[in-house]
């Protein structure tokens, strides 16, 4: 198809997300339980701007001549579609997730196959429909639903797919590389973290302070990129936990259909179990709650921000992706201890660092291992900025001019005289 046709289609998409995005967030509802306002006002909204970014991408692929030291051969590159790729999507943040993949992809020039949660296949499902009413012709993006271990594992293993791009756990991206060995396919992966927010002695306290809480209690936690270790110089660090602790205290958590909630609750009973199995391991184990520490009574998957003190920086707590509302927090007193600290997790998605010292946030900028740095601000994710992980926390960044070459492969033509 024609760069111009597939950038139309695109655009084409994205209006079609926005016309349709009341009924998506009644499905992003029924999926995972958040509420509907929050899906319209800020998924469906950054669903369609993904697909008009990448749709401006699809008229933009060049490669580039190249000099080469040989007498009278004339080379050059092309660009080209990477094949068929497998588009694996983790449940926290169902239709964003779908249109992260889908648009590069499509912008490319790649057929897709696509496989949501099991949790939450709604939403995926009606774009998929809205895909095709814009044009798309039947056969390039396909879905199948079904169970990670079986439908997923089958797509990473399947020697008629090209590309496998994942979002989700580390544990799970480790078992697709293997998977992606018998046919040596191509990967992007998008895995877990457990992001540092540093607060220095100078910063703005009460922005920091928000913005500390709202990193790890927006979207329950379940965030990839969720600030879920707060790091504060131990001049103000009673001060600002107690606050943070405050805020925790404060945040009405509840069900995605009650006008009044700020949090919504957990996806489903195994994940509930798993965020608390963490937080009472790590009571058990020392740490001090100065907020929530323990799941709601009442029925559903609701989960109290939870706020940890005092806890060793080799438990469980500290070192896994909880992937729910738990903060931990520590103290330092400089520069090289915080970096120290920060560093000391096999994750590198995101670290935030909250400072009016010039020097001190490109000192820390440059010493923190994260794909992502926020410096006295929140949220960052845009579709012209290259987001992904150091470390464990994946390969490849999704985004940018680099998240379209992940569906692009690299072709060399020589021609003599
Ligand atoms: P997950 O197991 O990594 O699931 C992500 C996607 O991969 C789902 O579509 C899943 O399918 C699929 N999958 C599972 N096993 C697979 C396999 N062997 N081969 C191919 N695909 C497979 O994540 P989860 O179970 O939803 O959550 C577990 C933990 O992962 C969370 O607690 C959190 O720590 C982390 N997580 C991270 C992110 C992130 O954005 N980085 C997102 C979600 C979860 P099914 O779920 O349909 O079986
Ligand atoms: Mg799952």
Redesign the pocket.
Known sequence: MLPSVRGKLLWRIADLIEKNGAQLAELEFLNNGKARDIVAQRDVPAAADVFRYFAGWATKIYGRTAAISRPHLHAYTLKEPIGVAGL?????FPLLMAAWKLAPALAAGCSCVL?????TPLTALRLVELVLEAGVPPGVVNLVTG???VA??A??AHDGVDKIA????T??GK??VL?AAGNLKKLSL????KSPTIILPDADKSAAKMAAAGSIFFNAGQV?AAGSRLFVHKSIFDEVVESVAQRAKAIRVGSGDEPETEMGPLISKK?LE?VDGYVQGGIKQGAEVLAGGGRIDRDGYFFNPTVLVGADPNMEVVQE?I?GPVLVCDSFEDLDEVAAKANSSIYGLSASIWTRDLKAAHTLARKLQAGSILINAGGGLDPNLPFGGYKQSGWGREFGEDGLELYLQTKSVVIGG
Request: glycine share 14%; proline share 6%.
């Open positions: 694996i999507i983790p449940w926290n496989k949501p949660a099991e949790e169970y990670g271990h997923g594992a797509l990473a994942f979002t989700g756990s544990e799970v078992l697709i998977a998008e895995l877990g973290g990839c994940h798993r992706e992937f």
